[in-house]
């Protein structure tokens, strides 16, 4: 997190009585973000050499490195190279000290500090890296309290006072100013696409946990990430994730990389950041008093999160005579709402350049889920609907990626509009769904299907087939139901040279009769598999 401290804490060590006078020499040199190496290790030399003044382009020796060499021969040096960027700028700086003969590095130290966890790693020699955790409210107001009163205490009449104040510096130690601006290095450092990325951590509440698969789907769905390098989406997310997380801009508790949360100063930055580059806008209403319509129509996503948000507000949203802007939506977010069904003067027709759309709050009547068809810009959707099958409007959703339905039907059949997808990526229904290779005329394949959620197959036949249509499939999770007299057939996974993990359920009306068996075909790259209600043989398992 920066704005811990860390640079504070590594002066005080710095200047304290008992390490001046342990070492021979000392430098200070801060890194930050200057991308000349030279320039670096000639300020160390200047300090080392006792000489103060500022460097710059036209003082630095070409000879640098040999001479700062030559100047620590046989002393006992301390250096701090303070916030470090990189491991690369690392190997720069300390190669002229570690080429140094050892019996000359005995009791020598160099010492740094860094916003990013595989800079500290990667410099770690004789300890392991200390990291800063945030103040707790009693020592966040004990450190306010020896600023302002010094070897005083605070007087009574001013402590609880004093005591709110100190709770919203959040367990930081420094102001919000002060830690606004050393947010903002931080995010100068991340890439072009990965600051959007980050900035869409504004889209959760304040304070809650965030599940890194969930903030995974969430970049994918609105189009933030793209393959890059033969890397495919789900491979850069991975990488963004991880970035984030050595940055220090996101909290990992615990040492699990399966959720994070983020400090709320940083909340506030992405907030301020994200309207300033009018990157979307959290709302509870849509009327457009509060700014003019040309400014609404700069902001590209919406998001709604006000729970009291009344059915006549929604509509404004879907009535372009109303709100003209909302043509011009890429995404529109309105999973937080209470469930609500929406007036019939709605409509999602000319949403058209949407590539977002999350209503699975809201059921949708058969009128609008055709209109959906409509919206052929569309990558992710999730709905709640009742049908018996897909709309065959739906299979003009050609660049469509993520499908999430809510049926409240007992089973919802897919094809044949599923296999006009080609872009299709994930797959995840509440309640089952089919699909059935008989619907087309010529075999259709999903190459881009990576996960499929929950599939109904039927246990008279062999369903091994239908697999064949998803030859990429790395999720599955899947369903068996018959009655306890049929003979049951276990699909043939092995067919699926990609799957990773697979979870299959049998559900069987009525008593079992007799004990049932099943011939297993698995891949080889499967990780985890999750067998429900087969109770298997010990020589089946």
């Known amino acids: 997190m920066p704005g811990l401290g860390k640079s504070t804490l590594a002066h005080g060590v710095y200047n304290d009585k008992s390490v001046v006078g342990h070492f021979d020499v000392r430098a200070w040199c801060t890194v930050d973000q200057e991308r000349n190496e030279e320039k670096l290790l000639q300020k160390i030399f200047n300090e080392v050499s006792g000489l103060k003044e500022r460097v710059s382009t036209v003082d630095i020796d070409d000879d640098v490195a040999n001479k700062l060499r030559r100047q620590l021969f046989g002393k006992r040096y301390l250096i701090f190279l303070d916030d470090l960027w990189d491991t690369a700028t690392w190997d720069e700086l300390t190669r002229p000290l570690y080429t140094i003969s050892s019996e000359f590095q005995k009791g020598s130290r160099v010492i740094l500090t860094s916003r990013k966890k595989e800079v500290v790693l990667y410099g770690k020699c004789h300890s392991d890296p200390l990291y800063l955790r945030l103040l707790r409210p009693e020592e966040s107001w004990e450190l306010l309290e020896k600023k302002v009163f010094g070897e005083e205490h605070c007087a009574d009449e001013l402590k609880d006072v004093g005591e709110k104040i100190a709770q919203k510096c959040e367990g930081l130690p420094l102001d919000e100013e002060e830690v606004m601006k050393v947010i903002q290095l931080s995010y100068d450092h991340l890439s072009d696409q990965l600051k959007l990325c980050f900035l869409y951590l504004e889209s959760y509440p304040k304070d809650e946990v965030i599940w890194i698969s969930s903030l995974k789907d969430l970049w994918s769905d609105e189009g933030l990430v793209e393959p890059i390098d033969l890397k495919s989406v789900e491979e850069v997310t991975e990488v963004y994730v991880d970035e984030l997380i050595s940055s220090s801009l996101v909290i990992v508790e ?96 000319h949403l058209r350049l949407l590539i977002r759309l999350d209503v699975q709050s809201i059921m949708l009547p058969d009128t609008l889920l055709n209109e959906i068809g409509m919206l052929v810009h569309l990558r992710c959707l999730n709905i709640s609907m009742k049908a018996k099958a897909l709309p065959p409007s739906f299979s003009k959703l050609c660049n469509l990626e993520t499908l999430k339905v809510f049926n409240y039907g007992s089973n919802l059949v897919l094809s044949p509009s599923i296999w006009s997808l ?34 109904k197959l039927s246990c008279l036949v062999d369903s091994g087939d239908i697999f064949k249509r998803f030859p990429n499939l790395r999720t599955l999770d899947f369903h068996n139901d018959c009655s306890a007299a049929e003979q049951i057939y276990f699909p043939r996974l092995d067919v699926l040279n990609t799957l990773e993990k697979v979870s299959a359920k049998l559900w069987c009306s009525g008593s079992r009769t007799h004990v049932l068996q099943f011939d297993f075909h698995f891949p080889s790259s499967l990780k985890e598999v999750i067998l429900e209600g087969f109770d298997l043989t010990s020589d089946e398992l």
């Open 422 to 455: 080609s872009k299709l990526r994930h797959v995840d229904t509440e309640g089952t769904c089919s699909v059935y290779d008989s619907d087309i005329d010529k075999p259709t394949k999903l190459e881009n299907l990576t996960t499929l959620k929950f599939l």
């Open 254 to 349: 615990d040492g699990s990389e399966q959720s994070c949360q983020i400090h709320d100063l940083v909340h506030d930055f992405c907030s301020i950041k994200a309207r300033k580059e009018k990157l979307f806008d959290l709302t509870s209403s849509f009327v457009l008093s509060s700014s003019s319509s040309s400014d609404l129509m700069l902001r590209r996503r919406t998001i709604i999160y006000d729970e009291d948000i009344h059915s006549d507000n929604i509509s404004l949203l879907f009535n372009p005579e109303k709100n003209p802007c909302a043509k011009h939506l890429l995404s529109c977010d309105l999973s937080l709402l209470p469930s609500k069904v929406l007036p019939h003067i709605c409509h999602l027709r």
